[in-house]
């Protein structure tokens, strides 16, 4: 058992919204980070929901720690930290209120944990939720998360609120987690800076459908963007091209081997690819 | 379960604070009086009104992302459902208790009020039985309908059961000879149906909360 999240071919179809979330498969290794992209409407949330069974899927199969999760599976829960947009709690209770609530839920809640992390984050334990800053309802949420020593985190959007200095901050205590080899987090974000600091993979979904699961050294090392002229472009092998756009002067085209697109085709410029860029490309791009 | 009522309690203990403080000046007010019909309302607003506080934190729960985030906890939807229902029991309690104890006050300053001592019973019945009917009514509706109209469910809620009490006495009242016999049986049939209602309630609102999607 080597993966702590498999998701095999798992759909879901909206009939009112038209969505559809079309055949998704992915697997997410134990003690890595996986950061889920897409654009907003994309398909993530409603991934998470197939995943934590929070929405039922219509077909496919979703393993967590080797094993589907029916609802009467409140061990593998345990076993879960969950973070999502937005306000996760109450507004009229108190961070220590929530840590009572918690206790009774969780066999493994940590108080203590739970309190350094308010310590650690400058959370005012009798403070009322709704007199938080956004940043610090989402700290309070991440804090709640990580306090009953969970092995798998899922954060939706958990860093969208914060500022840089805030998401610096909580990107360390992600690193700090993942520091236990049988840990890992799902990280869905469309901030993705965030991503390319701490992110092991990086899958893409687009539509409802996923784009592609790549690691990020991957990324990073051999993606590349190539700037071509449009008789450059009509000489490049198909079988090279993963995407391209067309700009005014230019065509971009997003290839999987920088080095070896460099030295088949002299002539183009080849630079580095940033997540944004690929993300743009994969989305307003054209696929081969 | 024990995660589960602590939210619930919290929950409802917020609007309950408020209810509370009414229900104490109101029933000071219900001690220094001698009115049949302001203890007649006390014992309907306070065992209706504490019931309502509790169903209402269902509804405020999807104010935020919490009641969403209760699914991935180590519960069971059908806990989840069960605890609601156990809460709208534990407040209708307390608002028994409190209503009993201005009674009590009352009685024991002006003697019984009342025609005679076994029409509280009555009035006991009926005001548990309101409060039983409007949750069996609520919770299905709320899970079925959509949080978002919370409000008119279980406004709602409380005119039926108003409706489903006042059919059931008035049929009792034409089908029994007035007396204490009448008045035991009205009192019986407001609590059975009720309960059994609430406990139909129950296991349909746990069949429709099993395929709700959030």
Known sequence: MENILELQQVSKTFSKSNFTLDHVSFSLPYGSIMGFVGENGAGKTTTIGCILNTIAKDAGAVKLFGKEMLDTDTDIREKIGVVYDGDNFPGHWTAEQLSKVMQGFYTNWDDALFCKYLKDFQLTPRQRIKHYSRGMTMKLAIAAALSHHPQLLILDEATSGLDPIMRDEMLDVFLDFVQEEDHSILLSSHITSDLEKVADYITFIHNGRLIMTVSKNDLVYHYAVMRCKESQFLALERNDIIAYRKRDFQIDVLVADGKEAQRKYKDVVVDHVSLDEIMLLLVKGERV | ?214
């Open chain 2, 1 to 214: 379960m024990k995660g589960l009522l602590r939210n619930n309690i919290y929950g409802t203990l917020s609007n309950a604070k408020v209810f509370a403080g009414f229900m104490i000046l109101y029933g000071i007010f219900g001690v220094a009086v001698i009115s049949q019909s302001v203890q007649i309302g006390y014992v309907m607003i306070g065992i209706i009104g504490f019931s309502v506080s509790a169903i209402i934190v269902a509804k405020n729960e999807f104010t935020t992302k919490w009641g969403k985030y209760k699914l991935t906890l180590p519960v069971r939807r059908a806990d989840i459902v069960k605890s609601q229902f156990l809460n709208q029991v534990i407040w209708l309690l307390a608002g028994s208790c409190f209503v009993g104890i201005e009674l009590g006050l009352s009685w024991l300053f002006h003697g019984c009020l009342f025609d005679q001592p076994i029409d509280i019973l009555t009035l006991f019945a009926l005001a548990i039985s309101m409060s039983l009917f409007m949750g069996a009514i609520f919770f299905p509706l709320f899970y079925a309908g959509g949080e978002e109209k919370g409000e008119v469910f279980w406004m709602i809620a409380i005119l039926c059961a108003f409706g489903i009490d006042y059919t059931i006495v008035t049929i009792l009242n034409s089908m029994l000879e007035p007396g204490i016999t009448c008045i035991l049986c009205g009192a019986a049939a407001l609590i059975v149906s009720s309960l059994a209602a609430f406990g139909v309630s129950y296991m349909v609102t746990i069949r429709i909360f099993m395929h709700r999607e959030y």
